[in-house]
């Protein structure tokens, strides 16, 4: 068994038998609820949680996902994990309050995690929305497209993968993009289906920076945004970058292409472009 609670959840759970029934029995409002696991924020004398609570998926659930090719999500210590190997890299994230693991059963396993409500932000993807409407401030776009490049290769180079790397989990304050404070915290979120490894392999890096270019497309980047992620990610000259690693983008680009198309059954263009329904009804 693993447990570690921090002194203000320790005395918020204080009435219940353990910790691990209180991560059952709390009660808040859920977010997500599916696969043996639950979401849900809850308050205390005015401050927020969430709780990711895991009661095991059962073994049809990870037997479906190894058919699949795909890793199951077992509990809540990858997430764990790879906020630690986040954190460490000198990365804003999640503020662990609390985890806890149970049980040799990978099926069955119980497992909770608690963190610090990022309260008041704004995601990227929201910015972006909004930026579709309204215009949005040039400096602060080209920042912004700088550093999460940067945000991505620091957490690549500290062996982690995010399985789910999307503008909408990456978090800013909504008062710093008021006032365009580029340099303000930026927090990468969502590392439940994150692997922590030594080394993240190419096929990996690939995947997150596909995943990445797809969630950019509605915003119609430019050939020039893209060159600039491409050199604050690589943190090397274009010409070297594009010379070395050319092969390397170009699977970038056609792994970003296959999730467009597979999400809305339209071929894409280059850079990748967006309407609001290209196609499928969604």
Known sequence: MKLWLRADLASVWREYPNAFAAARLQE???????????????????????????????????AKNLVQFKKPVLGAEAEYRAIRAVDAAGLDTLTVAGFGSRGADPASRESFLVTDELADCFSLEELGEQWLVSGGDLRLKRELIRRVARIVRVMHDAGVNHRDLYLGHFLMPRTAIARAASDAPLYLID??????????????????????????????????????????????????????????????????????????????????????HPGKDI
């Open 28 to 62: 808040g409002a859920v977010y997500r609820r599916r696969e043996g696991r639950r979401t849900l924020r809850f308050e205390h004398d005015g401050r927020g949680y969430f709780l990711k609570y895991h009661q095991g998926v059962g073994w049809p659930e990870i």
């Open 191 to 276: 590392l439940h289906r994150s692997q922590v490894r030594r080394r993240v392999p190419r096929r990996w890096l690939v995947k997150d920076l596909g995943g990445l270019y797809f969630s950019v497309a509605r915003f119609g980047l430019t050939r020039l945004d893209l060159l600039r992620f491409v050199r604050s990610y690589t943190g090397a000259s274009l010409r070297h970058a594009l010379m070395r690693d050319r092969r390397f983008w170009r699977r970038v680009r056609l792994e970003a292409e296959r999730i467009y198309r597979r999400y809305y059954e339209v071929e894409p263009t280059f850079p990748l472009q967006y309407a609001e």
